[in-house]
């Protein structure tokens, strides 16, 4: 279709009309074909950039276009016409560089006014800064999600979004999900405002990409292998468009949600580690939508739908850092890890625990040496009870470079392993796993007895 009427009249009169006739043809057998697939008054399922609408008039002719734009679902003559303008160069297409948003300046009035999936079909919503360091990474994420019931519940746009990013993985190794295939979108909003939806199927079929305008990497996490197709565009879809729906299995019945605002700052005290693991400025995002939303989704904030949280910040913080302090992120000084790899687990986060950051402290790490054996209350890392004064269990925000040694426990009457910690220098951290008998404690016996061996591991930003 697009071969015929790309042809150009030559200087004879008699090809002139030939050409004028079979387009005419075109367009109106073309409209014949796309008037059966019409949708509803109202549906708005597909969503094409200006360009490609553009493309897609002098192409198919206005009528056809009109079809396409109010059809249920894509015929398969008016997929083949859509893909054609979108990799013609006169439409969005995929390139090796993003392309660059026309999102509108953000005000008040870019928050989201409705809910992305049924709230009946939301079991509990998580928060960011959530800490993985067996199966997943030590550092906070910066992400969260929703936990659903059941599965193939439909999610949609809860506002107006460009969607800039389209990545399709593919588990190729797994121990859950071997062969499954899901994707993320990645949108603005507005100028400072971007975000993500992950672990997503049965995608809005207007959105996906052709097959080569992917660009595919292979990685590796704990323990799955994960090939990483991306493909960038520029699709604007209005609130309330289906994008996709949850997993289509029993383990991926979460949807990932990510966002994150320019004008904020993830406060981290050595940037340079961290910065290709995400643009800072992580934002909760069920801070993004109106008060009245906002309320539905911070009443399902937990680890569980039966152990919602209750202490603030409720929606937790990637800002752990505290220069000068004991508290956030750290990593050994004769082997620094790479902030930019998921996989690795060269790090320790030592700060207020995300899901009780009122009374807990969290000491989530895989770094050789000082790993702990033993979890407690279910996580996979040690929850100390936070105490605002003395010397065990101190709130790591309070540890400074005074010269003294903390003791750190889950349980001195029951635990076998005891953690030190001193703050060598304004910037650097000395740390100790300490094993011992059950009750048998150092936090339970005078901290002038208290000293590390050569066994301590020396931690830098």
């Known amino acids: ?44 399922a597909v969503s094409l950039d200006g360009a490609t609408r553009s493309c897609l008039t002098k192409t198919i002719g206005k009528s056809a276009t009109q079809q396409v734009l109010k059809a249920k679902k894509l015929s398969a003559s008016q997929q083949k016409a859509v893909d054609a303008c979108r990799n013609s160069g006169k439409g969005s297409k995929s390139t090796t560089t993003p392309q660059t948003s026309q999102s509108a300046k953000c005000s008040a009035d870019s928050i989201f006014k409705r809910l992305p999936v049924d709230i009946s079909k939301v079991s509990y919503v998580g928060p960011i800064g959530v800490l993985a360091p067996v199966g997943g990474s030590p550092l906070p994420k910066q992400h969260t999600g929703f936990m659903l019931t059941e599965l193939g519940v439909p999610l949609v746009a809860p506002g107006d979004l460009t969607i800039t ?143 919602l949280t209750t202490e603030t910040p409720k929606c937790g913080s990637v800002a752990v850092d505290k220069v000068g302090t004991a508290a956030g992120r750290w990593t050994p000084k004769d082997s620094p890890g790479n902030g930019a790899d998921a996989a690795d687990g060269r790090f320790l986060v030592f700060a207020p625990d995300v899901y009780s950051p009122q009374s807990r402290i969290a000491f989530s790490t895989r770094i050789s040496g000082i790993t702990p054996t033993v979890n407690s209350d279910g996580f996979s890392y040690p929850r100390f009870s936070l105490q605002e004064s003395g010397r065990v269990n101190l709130v790591p925000a309070s540890v400074t470079a005074d010269g003294q040694i903390y003791c750190y426990v889950v349980n001195a009457s029951s635990s076998t392993e005891s953690f030190f910690v001193q703050m060598t220098t304004s910037s650097e951290l000395k740390v100790e796993r300490v094993t011992h008998a059950t009750a048998a404690s150092p936090c339970n016996q005078s901290p002038s007895t208290w000293t590390f061996s050569s066994g301590a591991v020396a931690l830098i930003r």
């Open 165 to 307: 990013q389209i990545r399709k993985v593919t588990y190729k190794v797994s121990p859950m999900r071997p062969g499954y295939i899901d994707y993320a979108l990645f949108f603005s909003v507005c100028d400072e405002v971007r975000g993500h939806f992950g672990h997503v199927t049965n995608l809005n079929e207007t959105l996906q990409p052709q097959t080569s305008a992917y660009q595919c990497s292979t990685y590796s996490t704990v323990d799955e292998t994960v090939e990483s197709c991306t493909a960038n565009t520029k699709i604007s879809v209005a609130a309330g468009t289906q994008l996709a729906t949850n997993g289509t299995i029993i383990d991926s019945r979460a949807i990932d949600v990510g966002m994150s605002d320019d004008r904020l700052s993830d406060g981290y005290a050595n940037p340079g580690r961290y910065q290709k693991t995400g643009a800072s400025g992580t934002m909760c995002p069920w801070d993004f939508y109106t008060d009245a939303l906002k309320a539905q989704l911070y009443a399902k904030l937990g680890q569980s739908e039966s152990s």
């Open 1 to 44: 279709m697009v071969g015929v009427t790309g042809l150009e009249p030559g200087t004879s009169t008699i090809r002139g009309i030939i050409f004028y006739v079979l387009k005419r043809l075109i367009v109106v057998c073309t409209s014949a074909l796309f008037i059966s697939n019409v949708a509803p008054m109202g549906a708005t």
